[in-house]
């Protein structure tokens, strides 16, 4: 992470403003769409709408990360994000908490929206019958196409707003872990997936 980070705010890497998430309760959940779960992060974010950035690695053109802006403040230290039972200093040395990837996609969604998607995925399903084959062909792949396959901004209720941002997980499938970046005065003022591509 420390490399990445470095990379950030040194000009190594290049960002792209994706469009806002909107975050209803608070909660932040970070995993792959297509294997979603919904259990967030320990720590809560005031609700409203924050800015995406993706940062690319223009030598290889991956996403080597992605942020989520709560504050124009810049971070001075990072710290790993966990959820309700995980312990930083429980951790062995080289060992990380994150989620896993199996199809390429990462995310970031207030958990009633990650909620919500499960649902959407299923009334969909119901309503095509035979003719459904996945969420990730049926939906979320024609979302992606519209910007060059790598990132899109899924509605899950048009009444409430609530979306999903996915987007491309640097080389793909892995393992990643996600960072609260805390101000100088102590404050949160972003999360990052790191994507390991650094």
């Known amino acids: 992470m420390s490399k990445l980070l470095q990379e950030i705010y040194s000009g ?3 960002p792209e403003i994706l469009e806002k998430l909107k975050v209803y309760s608070g909660k932040i959940v970070a995993c792959d769409p297509m294997i979603s779960h919904t259990v967030p992060f320990e720590r809560s974010i005031a609700p409203g709408e924050y800015p995406v950035v993706a940062w690319w690695n223009d030598e290889g053109d991956y996403i080597a990360a992605v942020e989520l802006k709560f ?4 971070p001075v230290r990072w710290e790993m994000a966990t959820k309700e039972g995980q312990r930083i200093e429980e951790l062995e040395e080289g060992h990380i908490y994150g989620y896993p990837v199996d199809t390429g996609l990462g995310c970031f969604g207030d958990v009633e929206a990650i909620i ?3 649902v959407l995925e299923t009334k969909i399903q119901r309503e095509r019958g035979e003719d459904f084959i996945s969420f990730y062909d049926d939906v979320v792949d024609d979302l992606l196409t519209e910007n060059n396959t790598t990132w899109c901004n899924l509605i899950v209720s048009e009444d409430t707003g609530l979306n999903v941002m996915i987007f491309r997980s640097g080389y793909g499938d892995g393992f990643y872990a996600s960072y609260w970046g805390i101000d100088e005065c102590g404050n949160i003022v972003s999360i990052v ?3 390991n591509v650094l």
């Open 12 to 14: 190594g890497l290049r």
């Open 71 to 74: 504050s124009e403040s810049q």
């Open 116 to 118: 919500k998607m499960d």
């Open 193 to 195: 997936t790191d994507f």
